[in-house]
Nanobody, 123 residues
Framework: QVQLVESGGGLVQPGGSLRLSCAAS????????VSWFRQAPGKERELVAA????????VYADSVKGRFTISKDDAKNMAYLQMNSLLPAYTSVYCC????????????????WGPGTQVPVSS
């Protein structure tokens, strides 16, 4: 049973940067797609970015292209989300998910989910 845990969230000012981490235990990311989702207050959860572990192909939501970068570390079995030029509208709970899927936006195709980490963007 794979367990995911996010870290790195916290209050950040508009225009600031933050790097979120997703650690897996009980298994490896090697055969999975790992994605970051976010859910803003009063809104539905949405895909932010996804990475297919092999060959490392990435996908981004249009709203974060050029601001966010998803990456991985094979040796550490971790995924990351580097977030730059943050906007107040990005205030959300960010969570990582893993599944053997190529339908990145379909949340039902992900088997494992982390509990999420809060990212308030505010001055």
């Amino acid at each position: 049973q794979v367990q995911l845990v996010e870290s790195g969230g916290g209050l950040v000012q508009p225009g600031g940067s933050l790097r979120l981490s997703c650690a897996a235990s009980g298994g490896t990311f090697m055969t999975y797609t790992v994605s970051w989702f976010r859910q803003a207050p009063g809104k539905e959860r949405e895909l932010v970015a996804a990475i297919r572990w092999r060959p490392g192909m990435t996908v981004y939501a249009d709203s974060v292209k050029g601001r966010f970068t998803i990456s991985k570390d094979d040796a550490k079995n971790m995924a990351y989300l580097q977030m730059n030029s943050l906007l107040p509208a990005y205030t959300s709970v960010y969570c990582c998910a893993a599944g053997t899927t190529s339908t990145y936006t379909y949340q039902g195709s992900y088997t494992y989910w982390g509990p999420g980490t809060q990212v308030p963007v505010s001055s």
